[in-house]
């Protein structure tokens, strides 16, 4: 905190700028897809964690929480298609946040299906893991 009247110098307004890029940054997809033999844990490390948070419990009004979530518990086939296609599932109520959840349509059927196995299985969930040929199935759909 500032004491009031004091001011911060021009030259410190770059590097505002270039953390907070740094920060937008850290929450888009990565470019590329992920090595064979990622696990659920590192994707979720390396995609969501900037949004979601390494707790599953996002930020409160702007990312929502995977704990409990009916989307994570629900139908993985409806989880599959939010996370790689961006479609909604009927459970989650458009408008509710304000923020839009980025794409995975990159991501291999089986790191889709180590990622979903990993969220529904971790913060306190304890949902099936997800077969990845029945997530290959519902993708195609």
Known sequence: MRPEGVRTPRRA????LAAAAAACAA?????????????????????CVACHQQNGQGIPNVYPSLVGSAVVLGDPA???RWVVKGQRPASLPAGRYSTVMPQFGWMKDSDVAAL??????????????????????????
Do not use: E, W
Not at 27 to 47: E, R
Not at 117 to 136: E, H, K, Q
């Open 78 to 80: 409806a989880f599959a």
């Open 27 to 47: 929450c888009a997809p990565s470019a590329a897809p992920a090595p064979a033999g990622k696990t659920g844990a590192d994707l979720y490390s390396g995609n």
């Open 13 to 16: 307004a770059p590097l505002v």
């Open 116 to 141: 979903l196995t990993y969220v529904r299985g971790s913060f306190g969930n304890s949902a099936p893991a997800v077969d990845p040929a029945a997530l290959t199935r519902a993708l195609r759909d």
